[in-house]
């Protein structure tokens, strides 16, 4: 299968991170949520922004440990199943297609202010654009967010500090009596699909160049994009009457008229505008690789795999996606941004729900470049903050969000569930709980391969004698004669020597020389006869083998070889080394489940090759 191509870097990330959030969130949504909350609608957004936290930091560890397109659903199957995972998968394809198309609906509101042509006309040209940009490639969807990024923080900037020494505190003079925590809430579900672009980096994993700066260019644009919010919006209450602002949908660019002037008006239309063909670009990008994600995984219909030959980008997916948006346009845009809101917050929902069962299902392969903090305290707490915040969304949304997952159910019912076998984390959990053996090496072998590709690891030599390598997992004790007797017979039939041989080699080198080399490893090491002879054998004993001084060993790498093999002895040596002084090592060793994963263990360490 043809691979994605990894073109974005870390300001990339970054940028459409804030690109995507930077759009309807402030200029399109302050207006109708302060017809929910009045003046307290600052404090909205800013909850909005902190509520996002668990989510982010719970994704940002899922997808530095699995950076594959689709983001929320290839790790929701991954840990819950593929029935959750493909509900999850097309909750978030329309809830970013949601976005994209109210961000199409606000450009086509401000580009009323400036231009005279028809608006939804300018909005469908505008989609089309990109979808020939994200044709072209991701890194030159990313550059083009890049500038767009750049030129919408200068304006906001230029009218944050115009407009700040001219606040009317008056407009204040309601604050209190507007301080209602349910009302805020309820905004807060409401304007929750500002911060939906944090999901969007997600599903462009497998496209970044190195997943360590997803974290980064997550909680940075989080940050960023919390503060900006919070600023605007609290100066844009300060100069606009309510009355005006009340239900607006030109908020920001009322408030510079207040403040600025018609030229200010113009000013921060044009703003709007950049920072709605901002967000209709990453929601193509980023909602056309859910599709993408699905049919790899045969929950669609494959047609949707289809890459581009030279830029490497799923078209099909890509023009589906842009044609929903366009046809999103005639739609309830108070519904829209409700439904796209609750998506979103039931993704994050299933994102701290799958860090548990990722965790507790004990996987070896499971290796993410970053861990969220406050391990399993901040995804409680996010599971029960997101479901009180859907409640506080209301009914109409809530309903036709069920509606969504009916749907999705039963496409995975109807279309995917005869197709798909995959293995995930959750029955890991179960079979912890009920130690009854309900899993096999699928779901560690995908991760293996995930790691792989994600840490660019080019086997070695050493690589591949693993691969092949012997293993002995023992469960009870036993002397270190008893443990070769066992190994010696099938050794010495892959080197050419009789069991014997090997047997009494072994047991020789060790009354000569201890192969033990600290508290719980030995590496008995011997030479023979003959030429380019080199082999390792692999051992875990869990109750441990005595050697010397009652030492009890539970790592054990037996190396064989023939003298001209001495310096590739001697690299052996020092690959086992940087083995076993990785981190957690002698924990996961003992862990493993299988002689399989104990091969992984040795194969995916983090050692010079």
């Not at 861990?371 to 309903?399: D, K, N, S």
């Not at 072998?445 to 050493?462: A, P, Q």
């Not at 690589?463 to 002995?472: E, G, I, P, Q, T």
Request: proline residues 2%; glycine residues 8%; aromatic residues 12%.
């Amino acid at each position: 299968m043809s691979k994605l191509e990894k073109g974005l870097k870390l300001i990339d990330i970054y940028s459409i991170a804030i690109g995507s959030m930077v759009s309807s969130g402030v200029f399109l949504l302050p207006g109708i949520a302060y017809g929910m909350c009045g003046t307290t609608v600052s404090i909205a957004y800013l909850f909005a922004g902190l509520m996002s936290i668990p989510g982010v930091l719970s994704i940002s560890e899922l997808v530095t440990a699995m950076p594959k397109a689709g983001g929320g659903y290839f790790f929701v199957t991954r840990s819950l199943g593929a029935g959750v995972g493909t509900v999850a998968g097309i909750l978030s394809w329309f809830s970013l297609i949601f976005k994209a198309t109210f961000a199409l609906i606000g450009l086509s509101v401000y580009s009323e202010i400036i231009f005279s042509l028809n608006p939804k006309l300018i909005a469908i040209l505008i989609c089309l654009v990109f979808l020939i940009i994200n044709y072209l490639g991701v890194s030159k969807a990313g550059k083009a967010q890049s500038v767009l990024v750049l030129l919408l923080f200068a304006i906001l900037s230029y009218f944050f500090l115009s407009s700040a020494g001219k606040i009317d505190f008056g407009n204040y003079s309601t604050f209190i009596k507007d301080f209602d925590i349910s009302r805020i809430l309820s905004a807060s579900g409401f304007v929750f699909v500002s911060y939906g672009g944090l999901l969007k980096v997600a599903s462009l994993a497998e496209e970044t160049r190195d997943s360590r700066m997803i974290p980064k260019g997550l909680i940075g644009a989080l940050l960023t994009v919390s503060v900006l919010y919070t600023l605007i919006v609290f100066v844009t209450v300060g100069v606009l009457p309510g009355e005006n602002l009340f239900n607006s949908l030109t908020p920001i660019s009322d408030a510079a008229s207040a403040s600025m002037g018609v030229k200010g008006k113009v000013l921060l239309s044009i703003a709007a505008i950049i920072a709605f063909t901002s967000a209709a670009n990453v929601g193509i990008m980023s909602a056309s690789r859910y599709p993408y994600a699905l049919s790899r995984d045969n929950m669609f219909p494959k047609t949707f795999q289809k890459l581009s030959a030279k830029y490497k980008t799923p078209f099909v997916s890509i023009i589906v996606t842009g044609l929903i948006v366009i046809s999103g346009l005639f739609l309830n845009l108070n519904l829209l941004v409700e439904v796209a809101s609750t998506s979103l917050i039931l993704t994050y929902i299933l994102a701290n729900f799958s860090v548990i069962v990722m965790r507790e299902s004990r996987l070896t392969n499971y290796k993410p470049q970053f861990r969220a903090p406050m391990y399993p305290y901040l995804q409680i707490a996010g599971i029960v903050f997101y479901l009180f915040l859907i409640y506080e969304i209301g009914l109409e949304a809530i309903i036709a969000t069920v509606v969504f997952m009916i749907i999705s159910f039963f496409v995975y019912i109807l279309y995917g569930r005869a197709k798909n076998n995959q293995e995930y984390a959750l029955l890991h959990v179960i079979e912890r709980i009920l130690n009854k053996e309900l899993t096999g090496i699928r779901l560690e072998k995908e991760l293996r391969n995930i790691l792989k590709e994600r840490d660019s690891i080019k086997e070695d030599r050493f690589d591949k004698l693993v691969k092949k390598a012997l293993v002995f997992d023992f469960e009870s004790r036993m002397t270190y004669e008893e443990l070769y007797k066992e190994i010696s017979e099938k050794l010495g039939q892959r080197i050419g020597l009789s069991g014997d041989e090997v047997y009494n080699l072994l047991c020789d080198k060790e009354k000569r020389y201890s192969s033990v080399l600290g508290d719980n490893i030995a590496i008995p090491h011997v030479i023979v006869e003959g030429e380019k002879i080199f082999d390792v054998v692999i051992v875990r004993n869990k109750e441990g083998v005595v050697f010397e001084e009652n030492k009890k060993i539970n790592v054990i790498f037996v190396l064989i070889g023939s003298r001209d093999e001495r310096n590739f002895h001697l690299k052996a040596l020092s690959a086992i080394a940087q083995v076993v002084n990785g981190k957690d090592f002698y924990k996961k060793w003992m862990e493993a489940k299988n002689p399989q994963v104990l091969k992984d263990i040795v194969m995916l360490s983090k050692r010079q090759r």
